[in-house]
Each structure stands twice: as structure tokens, then as C-alpha cells.
């Protein structure tokens, strides 16, 4: 970091600190905000507001300037009743206020004079448009997830954002699943290696999820892709708490087709494509320890799940827990204190779901992740609030061979003579199948991961009223460390590589070749980033908000001998405008954007890790040791890690984004909206190779710079490493108002560019001509997603989903889509594929029974009812025997999940 | 610091927002190579489309003192060991080892050289098995089911309009060419050498046939060396051309260097 930019960053937070006349807002909360004026339309100074809520710890107050104006921050998610109170004037009480993560609702009341303690309750229409906000995303809140099927997962939550493709690691309007943040109560618990999220979390306790996919405040920099927040839940004066069990069978329905082999066809069956069952368990409890100074929270969940992909030999079995413990305390006024632990430990067997790969030869995965998160929260003044966030991410991710068994299963691997149960063999060499020959012999590899980010994070928001107009400054500054331990190995130091000489024979499997390694190599990865933010709301005029900040971005990762690979520091801007042309909060028209950097991932550095494990390669029976140039009887490092190159000057990846949308409320809480963005990624990570010199059209080497038939990286950030999306999104918003929640969305978009990927290796090998930007497979232009749910008399509720999505083409002439491209550089003009559209529809249906001491449920949820089995993706690179690409993954098959719950 | 200056330094420093020049040492390299028509000939009777795969290096130096004929500088020889390591900064072919979907044509033919299927057929004839000889037809046939082409513009072994070699006025034959991607030190030399009799390429490497015939067994369909710039004596072989005056470069010059060959290795 230069001295200058230092110097800076401190007084920008320094300032934010000594702004007079400030108030707050943080990260998990919300806040209210208005004027107070008279019947004469005057404004009304001294006017006392109080906030309660079931999910706040006592009463808040604050009174209004002598514009008449306040402002109320940090207010928990949930239910409000806000009261007006001034000498002389009717109180006013306003009912039913909704606020949500990061919301900001404007509340104008008129005080009529009066005798105090009269009274004039309003139980009115709630604003639902946030018209000071310009972010684009989504707020699931719960009771989205109550009422809609989701599989009690929050990553497919998620989903319902707009813009939002792909699995549990989203594509965010363009974005590779790598390119996201994931925060648990506003703590980062991206996985410090592959940025991906890195825990499974018990649905019971989540109070919202929020989804911003663009228009960032400069607050919540960081992230390429979308920043996706879990609040969890308090618990609050009341004890509550509960029980509940659920069931599901993917045997509902027979498969379809089977057409995951490259002889493709649809193939009419009578069996079921996989067998799949899991039980669930899930239990809550949460209330006062101490009523408004102590409250907890606890949750746990146990889930195993059995399930056996199309044709594999062995069942994958999941064995998981999700255990959460939190503590709200407000001992003294004005500050409030929050700890939280969740623990994720689960266990993964056979997780190598194929045809091909015998019970012997499977993997298996042990992974954990410890999450403890400490918060400090303190209301300085009526216009300052400080925030303070700790956390610690824990994780580990253990692959071995798949211990054995002498239980009479010939799914499961055995033990032989002499071994106890659970022995996992770290001896005997792999036998590994290539080429449609068959994975034979014990597991190929283990690794031992420990990952961990410690983060701590300080926030100082401000509010003040100028003649110019109110402003909202907020300052922060965050530091993330990450580190991550790898044991890396091979059974017996050796793998064997397989292959049939005769294709048509399944049994005529030979060793083609194998490899002999050094040994096990330990490697170690470590960094820091640091992130610190200046931004401004400022009103200028009732109705209209201009969001300007600046973020400053450090960042620091290490490869395993310590040298410095993804290492930058930059400023970027960030800024949004919203305008409420009613003045009513019915509609509003909001423009924002930015730049957004992307902060890195220890598999970044890691790629460039010096040491390798040395290894011999030898010719097997297949080649009947004839001598080739691919023969190698000496010591060498593994590819990719032994010979690289890092560039001095990187720039950094970033994504230019603009969004430009309103949204009118229709009345009855009905909310349509239009929403444009773009996202332009540019100089993604890209680790070209250098060392070959290709032919005339890069289909081959003809020769090496540096002497060696060996890679030699170089990692990049070239312009040519782009992509771009483009989107159109349509929507139709009704919350829960006389019993109806819909929400449908439609966006129409367009992706270009390199494949989403971690780093990118479309352009690993000089291209021998200009890059060519293909239709990705993440282009899906037409999705419509709608849900919607419905109360139902007696007790009854109902819920649907519907997710339709069109093709995408996939144009052969471009070959950042064939498996590293080159090889199939030729342009074949005029030939191109598709992925066929694919839709789906799921139900839920729930059935509440009220005693006298809490409610008993029954919930059914049918996934897929139709059992669609389209592909989801295409495999690239490899036809089948009819000349077509074939499906790398489908629809699941229809499922059903029935589930029985008490709760009080 | 007032707020006005203090948002200007913002303003200058979000312009930056990390961005910065790559600073790579790597350039495309453009030229002409000039094949002397006598040399085709007096080789191939004037027949352009027997013009062998012409390989393009950028090498250190030049010393064609060491093997007889035309040669880059290399590393030491060593006691018996071969001549060393030419270590290329860069380069680049003109026509590439192409797979005619017949095993016959495995190591047999270019990109580049031939208009149309006819004119495949007229240098590298198949005969099959039972004796009937491969048309045009049949040959368009087995390569559309073979690689799932379906139209004539994407068999890349058949270029019609863009032929690598055409003739110049002086009765010379003519290619572009681009280097791409590679180091270009002031200096260096540009050498070229034309191996007419496909000894670069090896039929036991190459991209893995799957498909060829009824009995699915595997087989290679063929691709040159990797190593041909490294040590090009080991694919030098008589009956080839070589440059024997190679171009130098030149200090910000990227293009129209001219790379004769003009030798005959006999």
C-alpha cells in the first residue's frame, strides 16, 4: 500500500469519525427515517419517536431536529410499532412497519395539536419500495421460506433472485460461482481459498437473506458477482421454539432417459434414475435469558442423505449436522452485543458418483466449518452509531480413500484380512481408468485442507442535516486473513492409469501408464486484504438520494513460499441515485454503478506455489514400452506448479456495472418494476502457458522456449480476459397482503466472453489469431422465475415455483467452450448446438393445527412435478457416436419431502 | 484537507482503480516467406501442393559452419551427445499436419495446400481394402460422419481460397506468415525450413481416433514433434529446403522481414 493512499484511506475514516451531527446505519439492520411537522405544515422540532419491535431488545427512542427531521438506525429486522410523541399534539402510532435488511423506510408524519395523550392510531398501507435505494437484488425473507419449497436450503434461495443462474455457487448476472461473497451476519464466510460458500446452515435459523447483484454501496465492495447476506435469528422476549422431521424419496417417479453416455439416445427405462432418500431432523429453541438485556438463539440439524447417480456402483452417503448458538445482550443502553458459533461438520461417502469408478476406488470427504462471530454495536449519539465485527472461519475439507467395511454390501468397499472397519488404505496405488476403462484400485489421492479467515471489521455511520441537505456518511475499514494448510498425496506414491485396448471390450483394460511421486507435499498459502470505504448518502431534496462513496481495495496472497502474487492496492468509485417522484414512496426511478474489484482467492496464489511433487512417468502394457517423447524416467515437478511466471504490474480484475430500473407501487402492496444492468468483467485471471510455440493455427507445439517439454505459467490479467452481460429484467411483486405473496420476474440477457471460470484457461495457450468471444453456456437469454403462495382458510397454506429457461446456443466455432479449446481451434463454420430450455415446478402444501400450546405442521413439498429431465449443461470437447455433444447434467428426477413439525 | 480537494484526490485516484500496463515481453512477428520456384521444380515439377510443412524460428544467431548446411546457433555438443538445444524465442509454421479421415492419410498431407477434395485425392490417392479407390464423394462422406462436419468450408485440410503458397511474379512461390506471442531481441535471426518429406510428424502421436472403423479400436491420427525448432537436425533430412540467408531483426520492426529459402539439402 503506497504511503499516500494510506494517508488518505485513515482520513477518510477519521473523518467520518469527527462529522458532527451524525447518526447510523449498519450492515444487518435497517433504519427509519422522516420529518415531523405540524398541522400547519410546519416543521416540528423536539418531537419524541419510540421503535419496539419482537425482534429488538427494549425501546428506542431519538428526537427530531429542530427541521423536524430524525433518523432511527440499527433497527433489527422485523415488525415495528413507531409512536410520535410531542407536548401539546396527538400521539401518533404507527403499526405494522416492516423493515428488512438494509432497508431505509421514510415515515413523514403531520402531529395534529391536541391534548397529550391523545392518541391516533394508524394502521395504514405500508410503504414497500425502498426509494432511497439504487442497489438492485432481492430480500427473501421468512416468509418466503416458509411458504415456498425450498428444499430447506438457503443457497437455492437464492435463486429467486433476479439475474441469478446456475447451482449453489450462483451465477450473478454473468459472474463465475467464484466471483461471489457470502457474509453470515455481515461477517465474509467466503471460503478463503475458492470463494465459494463455505457451510451448510439450518433453515430454522434464518430470519432474511439479502441478494444484491448490483449497484454496490461502496459499503459492500469486494465482490464481482452477488454479495448474499444470512441474518440469523435472535430469539426475543417470548420463548419459542420446536421440532421437526422431514423425509424425501427421489423414487417417485422412473427415469426418463439415461443419455449421460456419449453413445447418447434417449433411452426409455422402467428403472428410477437414482436412488435417493434422506431423513432430516431439525430442532430450535430461542427467548430471554434476561427480558430486553439477554436473549439466545439455538438450532441444530441433522441430515443423511442417501442418493446414487445414473449408473454409479456406489451410493453416495451424506452424513451432516448444522449446529448454531447465538446471544443478543443489551446490557447498558445504547449498546448492544452479539456472539455467534456455527458448526457444520459432515461426512461424504463415495463422493465419486460414476459408472466408471468401482466400490474400491472411491473417495471420500470429511469436511467442517466453524464460524464464531462476535459484534459490537454502540450508539455514540443520536446521530453516530459504531459498529465493531469480529469473526473466524474455520475449515476443513479432507478427501482420502473411502474407508472400508466388512459389512456384506458389494456397493461399499471391503476390508481385507487384517484391516479394522473404517481402515482407509494410504498404501495401496490407484488404479484409475481412462478413456471408458474403469477405476479399479482404492482411491487416488488424499488431501488434508485447514482453512481459516479472521476478519475484523469497524464501522462509523453519521447523519446530518446541512442546508443542503441531510447526509448519511458512513466510514469502515476491514481486514480479512486468510490462510490455508494442504496436505497433498498419492497411496503408495504411486497411480496407475488404465485403458481399454479394445473400446468395445469393457473388460480389456491395460495400464497404459503410471506415475511414481517423490512423496507428500505439504504447502501452506496465507494473505490479507484490507477494505475500507467512504460513502455519502445524500438527500438534497425530499425524495431525491445521491449515493457517492469510494472504496480502497489491498490485497495481499501469498503463494506457498511466501512471495507476494495477487498483490494490489486501488481506489474505486461507486455511486447510485433514487428519485421518488410521488413524494409518496410509490415509485421510484434509481440509476447506480461502479467499479468493482475482485479481491482474490488463495487458489490464486496457490497456482502459482513453488513447490511441486517431483514424480517419473512410466509406459505401461499398452504402448508395449515403446520409446515415445511422452516416456519420462527421470525426476520431474508437477505441471503447473513447478515453472511459473508472475508479471510485475497486474491489473486488477474488476467489473464496470451499471443498473438503471424504477418500480410503482400499484396499491395493494402490488409493486411492478423494470430493471436494466450491465456488467462489464474485465482483465480476469488468466494463467497462460509460455513456454510452447505453437504452429501455424495453435493446433500443436513445434517447439520450447525454455528447453524443457514442460508448461511454464504465467499468471495475467490480459484485456483479452473479458466478459460481458447485459439484462432486462421485468418484475411483479406482491408481499403477503390479504393472504397473496407472488413474485415473478422475468430477465432477458445476454453473456459473452470467457467461460466463468476461476482462472480462466481459455486463453492458456497463444491463440495463434485474435480471440473470439463465443456464446457462453451460462447464457441463458429467457428466464422467467415466479413464486407464490397463498393462505388458505383453516389452517392451510400453498406454495409454488416455476423456473423456466431457455437454451442457450453454443456455437462450435468458438473455442473458449471445448474443454481448453484449442484442439478444436479449426473454425467449423456454420455447425452449432444448443442447450434445449428447461422448466420446472415445484409445490408445496402446509397444513397448521393451532393447540392450546403451540402449532402442529404436516408440509408436503413436490419437486419437478413433472419430471422433466432436460440437460442443464452440455459436455464440451466430445461428441457422441451420433456427432452430438451430450448432457453433463439434467434436471433431478420428480422428489417428494414430507415433513411434521411442532412449534410454540 | 478541504472536502472539495479531498473528493478531487478521490476523483484522480478512482480514475486509476489499479489499472496498469502488463509490461509482457511477447510480440506477433509478421513477414513473407519466399520459396525459390526453382527449387519446387526442380523438386516437385512446379507442383505447389507437395511444398512440405515449413517450420519458422526466431533463434539466437545463425552458424552454418556447424552441420553443413544452413543452421541456427545451438547449444553445446557434449561428448556424443547431439548438437544442442537451438532454444527459439519464437516462431510459427506455415500449413499444419491435417488428418484426412483416412488412416492412409495419417502423417500424409497439410492444411493449406489443396483447393479441393479432387486435389487430395490426386496427390495422396487411397486405395481401400477391397481394392476401389476413394472418391471425392466417399471422402466427403467419411469426413462428415467422422467429425460431424456438415458443410465443405469446415474441412480444414482443404483451404479453396486461402491457400498458404501462391506465385509471384518472379516465378517464386509466397506465404505470410505470423509468429505469434514470441520474444523478438534485436539481433535475432528468422530461419525456415521446408520438410518436404513429413519426417516431423509421427504417427503414434497426435489426436486419439475413436471412430475410424467398426472395431473401435484406438489409433492416432498423427501430428509433428514438438521439438522441431529446439533440435531441427533430427527432422532436417535430404530433399528438404532451407534458408540460408535468414533475415535479422531489427530493433522496433515487427514486420516485413522477408525469409527466403533458397537451399536444397541433398
Redesign the interface.
Known sequence: MSRG?FR?MI??VL?SLVLPGVAAATEQTGKIRGTVTDNNGEPLGGVVIKASSPSMQGERDVTTGEQGDYWMPGLPPGEYEVTFLAEGHQTNVQRGVRISIGSSLTLNVTLHSAEIGAAVTVVDERPTIDVSSSSAGQVVTREYLQALPTGRSYQSAVQFAPGVTGGSNPNAQGGSSRENKWLLDGANTSDPVTGTFSFNFNLDAIDEIEVITGAFRAENGGTMGALINVRTKSGSNEFEGGVSGFYSNGNWSPKRDASFTPEGGQIEGSEFDRDSQSVTLAAFLGGPLLRDKLWFFASMQYNRSVSTALGARSPRVFDGYQLFAKLTASPFPRNQFMISVANSPASIGNRTQSSLVDPDAQLHQYQNSLTVIGEWRWQITNNVLARVHYSHLASDVDVTPQPCTWRDDDRFKHCQEGQQEGYIDFVTPARLGR?GARSTQNGSSYSINDRSRDAIRATVTGYALTPIGSHEIKGGIEFDFLSADNLFGYPGNIRHYDRLR???DPNSDVNWYWIERQGQLFQNNSGETVFAFLQDTWEPVPGLTIDLG?KF?HSNLKNDVGESIVS??????VGGLAWDPTGQQKAKVYAGGG?L?DEGRLAISSFLDKNGLGQKLYLGEFFEN?G???SRDQWFRSSGQSNFEK??????P?VYNIVAGFEVNLGANTIIGMEGAVKLFRNLWEDDE?N????????????????V?DNFFRL????DAQRNWFGLTFSLQRNFFKNLLLDINYTLSMTRGLTPSQITGALDN????PYEYGWLYTDRPHVIKAAAAYKLPFGFQIGGTFNFTSGSRFDRTYYSEKGGGY?NF??????FDSVNPWWSLDLKIMYRLTLPYGKVWLSAELNNVTNNRQATGISTGV?N?R??YFASGRQGPMSMELGLGYEW | ?SGKR?LA???V??L?????????E?NNLDGTLVLDGALVDEVFDGDARKIGMV?I?IFEDFDPEQLGYPYPST?PRVGDQPIG?A???????????SYGCYRALACNML??RYPSLEDVLEVNPIELEDGEMVSAETMYDQCT?Y?????I??F?FVGQDDLDFQKNDDGDYEAS??A????TPPGARIWAFADNDFTSC?P?????N??YGD????FREG????????FPDKYVTDGDFISSEPPTLEADKLDGYEVRIDYLKD
Open positions: 493512499v488518505l482520513a477518510a473523518l478413456a479394445d473400446g468395445s469510494f481495495d494490489y492496492d486501488a481506489v474505486s468509485p467499479i474489484l515403446r515415445t517423447n511422452f508479471l510485475d504490474s497486474l491489473t486488477v474488476r509460455v510452447y510455440i505453437w504452429n501455424g493455427t495453435g493446433t500443436n507445439s513445434i517447439g520450447v522456449v525454455n528447453g517439454q495475467r490479467t490480459p484485456d497463444p491463440t495463434q489469431r484442439q479449426v473454425a467449423e463454420h456454420g455447425t461428441l457416436a456427432g452430438e | 484537507m479531498l484526490v478521490f476523483a485516484l478512482a486509476l482503480v489499479g489499472c496498469e500496463e502488463e509490461e509482457i511477447q517450420y524460428g547449444g538445444d532454444l527459439p524465442y519464437g516462431g510459427t509454421s506455415i500449413g499444419v499436419y492444411t493449406g460422419w467429425y460431424g462436419w456438415n458443410a468450408e469446415e480444414s506468415f505470423r505469434w506471442h514470441g520474444r509421427s503414434d502421436q497426435g489426436v486419439v475413436r471412430r472395431d473401435l479400436n484406438f501430428t509433428n514433434y514438438a521439438d522441431v525448432l529446439n
